[in-house]
Antibody, heavy 121, light 111 residues
Framework: QVQLVQSGAEVKKPGASVKVSCKAS????????VHWVRQAPGQRLEWMGW????????KYSQNFQDRVTITRDTSASTAYLELSSLRSEDTAVYYC??????????????WGQGTQVTVSS | QSVLTQPPSVSGAPGQRVTISCTGS?????????VHWYQHLPGTAPKLLIS???NRPSGVPDRFSGSKSGTSASLTITGLQAEDEADYYC???????????FGGGTKLTVL
């Protein structure tokens, strides 16, 4: 079955960077895109960006444009989210999820289990 | 502040019907971008409930239905069950923001 498995929880200091991985299985990784979405405590789901796993082109939310980098390793069927200049407001659960196709349009399914990132001094 | 507006909360008794609205604008829902709905239980991954405005993925009960008109969309749940208590989010694309957008989320309480 289609599955996305994310890396474990992270604790980072303000100003540091974090890199979260998302390993896909059960489908041809290069044929789909991968979205990254986060949820801060008590807040809504917030879209961060997307990568076409085959071509490697990306699209980022304007809210994170200058701090986020999404990459992929097709040989490992893995996508990565890197967020820099961390601040306390970045404390959240970060999810990866498969796009319905190679495009960023359309629905998002399935989702990874989530990775807790805590930013604290 | 989300560009897709949902009511913060709705409630209903078991067996009743509830509707959750998702109001957008001419740069997202009104621009003919599809609306998708997700169910999110705390501590779990969001689950796709409705894709492409009205389509139920395999395994989603037919108690869940979606609709879209103009700049708004709705999720309707009939025959409410205790297990439906969760947060519900709409999602679309916004051409002005050039990105995917989620609604603010609606907490459904089954009384």
């Amino acid at each position: 079955q289609v599955q996305l498995v994310q890396s474990g929880a992270e604790v980072k200091k303000p100003g540091a960077s974090v890199k979260v991985s998302c390993k896909a299985s059960g489908y041809t990784f290069a044929n789909y895109g991968v979205h990254w979405v986060r949820q801060a405590p008590g807040q809504r789901l917030e879209w961060m960006g997307w990568i076409n796993a085959g071509k490697g082109n990306t699209k980022y939310s304007q809210n994170f444009q200058d701090r986020v980098t999404i990459t992929r390793d097709t040989s490992a069927s893995t996508a990565y989210l890197e967020l820099s200049s961390l601040r306390s407001e970045d404390t959240a659960v970060y999810y990866c999820a498969r796009a319905y196709s190679g495009s960023y349009l359309g629905w998002i399914d399935p989702w990874g289990q989530g990775t807790q990132v805590t930013v604290s001094s | 502040q989300s560009v897709l507006t949902q009511p913060p909360s709705v409630s209903g008794a078991p067996g009743q019907r509830v509707t959750i609205s998702c109001t957008g604008s001419s740069s997202n829902i009104g621009a003919s971008y599809d609306v998708h709905w997700y169910q999110h239980l705390p501590g779990t991954a969001p689950k796709l409930l409705i894709s492409g405005n009205t389509n139920r993925p395999s395994g989603v009960p037919d108690r869940f239905s979606g609709s879209k008109s103009g700049t708004s969309a709705s999720l309707t749940i009939t025959g409410l069950q205790a297990e439906d208590e969760a947060d519900y989010y709409c999602q679309s694309y916004d051409s002005s923001l050039s990105g995917v957008v989620f609604g603010g989320g609606t907490k459904l309480t089954v009384l």
